[in-house]
T-cell receptor, first 116, second 117 residues
Framework: GAGVSQTPSNKVTEKGKYVELRCDPI?????LYWYRQSLGQGPEFLIY????????DSGLPNDRFFAVRPEGSVSTLKIQRTERGDSAVYLC??????????????FGPGTRLTVL | AQKITQTQPGMFVQEKEAVTLDCTYD???????LFWYKQPSSGEMIFLIY??????QNATEGRYSLNFQKARKSANLVISASQLGDSAMYFC??????????????FGTGTRLTIIP
């Protein structure tokens, strides 16, 4: 079946602008995760949803970052007043507690965000 | 302290040779899971192998095996008979707590593996 998809694949914006990044998880996956990967680094956890609710948002760096998953499927990561330091690849992953043997996370291709 | 440490930023290996990618971890939890992911130049993270803290045997998946040394807190990935397609970044990651509790993964900084024909 289809994997995790993310749109757009690339986003260039200007400092101070608002951006939305979208994630479509694997159908039926109840858990959804957002990570941020800066150049030369491993992914860093941002937020985790179980169903519609954010079960852990401890990785969000500040209140400019917000994420929603209103119907328990698609999720949107929203960044207000973007800063140059927000430039990174934003990765989305999903997993299914009921079927995954190890609860492994399946990742999308990421959205490369560039803030000028 | 870093929770996941990968000390090899880059490695070059001859095709068909075996390669070991190092990973050490730091946690006070008794229950945890260790994962290895591969990230080709396309950017997508591909799950390779998993080792649970209570698993007594080292995990194996095809050409991948995990050399788990719990007392030393190391979880090295071994790739046998390397292929050109193995060239990629490799990340070690840890989930602290039981398998279906705390869900977030903590990643290391990765090792870039290049297979030489």
């Amino acid at each position: 079946g289809a994997g995790v998809s993310q749109t757009p694949s690339n986003k260039v914006t200007e400092k101070g602008k608002y951006v939305e990044l979208r994630c479509d998880p694997i159908s039926g996956h109840t858990a959804l995760y957002w990570y941020r990967q800066s150049l030369g680094q491993g992914p860093e956890f941002l937020i985790y949803f179980q169903g519609t609710g954010a079960a852990d948002d401890s990785g969000l760096p500040n209140d400019r970052f917000f994420a929603v998953r209103p119907e328990g499927s698609v999720s949107t990561l929203k960044i207000q007043r973007t800063e140059r330091g927000d430039s990174a690849v934003y990765l989305c992953a999903s997993s299914n507690r009921d079927r995954g043997l190890y609860n492994e996370q399946f990742f999308g291709p990421g959205t490369r965000l560039t803030v000028l | 302290a870093q929770k996941i440490t990968q000390t090899q930023p880059g490695m070059f290996v001859q095709e068909k040779e075996a390669v070991t990618l190092d990973c050490t971890y730091d946690t006070s939890d008794q229950s945890y899971g260790l994962f290895w992911y591969k990230q080709p130049s396309s950017g997508e993270m591909i799950f390779l192998i998993y080792q649970g803290s209570y698993d007594e045997q080292n995990a194996t998946e095809g050409r991948y095996s995990l050399n788990f040394q719990k007392a030393r807190k190391s979880a090295n990935l071994v790739i046998s008979a390397s292929q050109l397609g193995d060239s990629a970044m490799y990340f070690c990651a840890m989930r602290e707590g039981p398998n279906f509790g705390n869900e977030k993964l903590t990643f290391g900084t990765g090792t870039r593996l290049t297979i030489i024909p």
